[in-house]
């Protein structure tokens, strides 16, 4: 078996050294959503953009209930270190201390070997192969949602990654599907399991079907938001198909 999880796989209960100390996964993440990301090295320039960035970032991931937590292959000395460089870097006027999520130290590269994220062109000084971008989004049943790997010479967009927690947050509830560049509060998709009468009674708001050559009606809409009072059923198509 190749090592690394798939949708829907259980993230493992692992345990760690952490900047916050020892910790196991699924207790850290409790009832939470969860983002496990991995970064190639620290004190290196791409790293600390994106560390800084999720920095930033962090109030929007708790408001949305998801707990981050960072990975790579340093010591937790050198997190601890770093750690001062990425806020002095992305969050002087912030005067935070110390950053809002944990760093693992996977010194021995267990976890990194397991979940599937080096990076076979990006290697140490022993030629050893260092972590990839990797994002693991978990659900609060500690179950895969969503993953990215990106090689460690492309720098990741958090603002993507806040985005997609959102779609899959209304799609873990609603049966719904969130076109390209979909962006909250904009009208959602129709999957096409739904028939057009469940639809119809899913949907209170309304479907809206854009006309194709083929005839085939599966580019159905409807707005994010079902109340009534929300929009006049001319707006609602409005906003859906145009
Ligand atoms: C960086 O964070 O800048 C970086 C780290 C490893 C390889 C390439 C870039």
Redesign the pocket.
């Known amino acids: 078996m190749m090592p690394g999880l798939l949708l829907g796989d259980v993230i493992p209960n692992f345990e760690a050294e952490t900047t916050v100390g020892k910790i196991k996964l699924h207790e850290f993440l409790g009832d939470s959503w969860g983002i496990l990301f991995s970064h190639?090295?620290d004190y290196?320039?791409?790293?600390t953009t994106e560390l800084g960035r999720a920095t930033r970032l962090c109030s929007k991931f708790s408001e949305r209930g998801v707990k981050l937590i960072a990975l790579s292959l340093d010591t937790l000395e050198d997190h601890h270190g770093w750690s001062k460089d990425i806020l002095a870097y992305n969050c002087e006027e912030s005067g935070c201390c110390s950053l809002p999520f944990p760093i693992i130290a996977d010194s021995r590269r267990e976890l990194a070997v397991a979940l599937g994220m080096l990076d076979p062109d990006?290697r140490d000084k022993d030629g050893m192969p260092?972590t990839a971008r990797c994002v693991f989004i978990i659900g609060p049943d500690k179950r895969l949602k969503l993953s990215l790997l990106y090689p460690?010479?492309t720098g990741r967009n958090f603002d993507e990654i806040l985005r997609v927690v959102d779609s899959l947050q209304l799609t873990a509830t609603r049966r719904v599907a969130t076109p390209v560049d979909w962006k909250p509060g904009e009208c959602v998709m129709v999957p096409p399991a739904l028939s057009e009468e469940e639809a119809a009674s899913l949907f209170p708001a309304g479907v809206y079907t854009k006309d194709l050559p083929s005839g085939r009606k599966y580019l159905r809409y409807t707005p994010q938001h079902q109340e009534p009072e929300d929009c006049t059923d001319a707006d609602a198509q409005h906003s859906c198909l145009d």
Not at 44 to 47: A, E, G, R, S
């Open positions: 190639p090295r290196t320039p791409v790293c990006e260092l460690a010479s």
